[in-house]
């Protein structure tokens, strides 16, 4: 798809579900003589952590989680009021560290994925309701990677989580089963949503 086009789908999905964002988000992208006072700007929501010794329904955003260049986008476990997210894409990457607070200096595209992680699955909500739930294998991809854009894994319609309510990133563990770290090497875990965000125009 055209970036364009796609844009341009995307403004029109937002303005679709506009009545789960914020009142005033929702105003903003309410059309005021054939103009609206929201945009959309590409975007990638992105959060990397130690997952080390992880297990059950473990939490990949929490009250603790800080916004950190290189880290992560996210603030605790809410979007700032104004900036809702709608994406098609999601990539889940995995790396190990020699050490504790690496998470912004490893690399996350390795194939080489644990089988308690891929065996894990991805689960996001929003106000009661199921932003999305997928397999980790479904979201890691073979050796035959190359680039980038190769690690997303195409959702095939958009997804939106909406602005200045809480939300939860979960990844849940097969029971009875940990993420143990090596005796010298530490899990960590990039999660990152690519699509756009909306701002205000002025």
Known sequence: MKNRDK????????????????SEL?????????EIGARLTRHTV???KDASNASSAWKVI?????????VSSISETKLPKNQAIVFDRIALGYAEGASAGKEGSLDYSTALVPA???????????????VLDLPVADLVK???????GDMYHDLEGFSYLVDDQPMEWVL???????????????NY?????????TTRKQ
């Open 116 to 130: 308690i992680l891929r065996n894990a699955n991805l689960v996001i909500t929003q106000n009661g309701r199921e």
């Open 62 to 70: 929490n009250e603790n989680t800080k916004k950190v260049d290189g």
């Open 172 to 186: 849940r563990f097969p029971e009875g089963t940990t993420f143990t770290p090596t005796a010298t090497m530490f």
């Open 142 to 148: 073979g050796q035959s990677t190359n680039t980038s």
């Open 189 to 197: 875990i990039e999660i990152r949503l690519q699509g756009f965000k």
């Open 26 to 34: 929702a105003q903003l992208l309410t059309p005021l003589n054939g």
């Open 7 to 22: 844009i341009i789908k995307a403004l029109g999905f937002v303005i679709a579900v506009s009545n789960a964002f914020s």
């Open 46 to 48: 992105y959060v990397r």
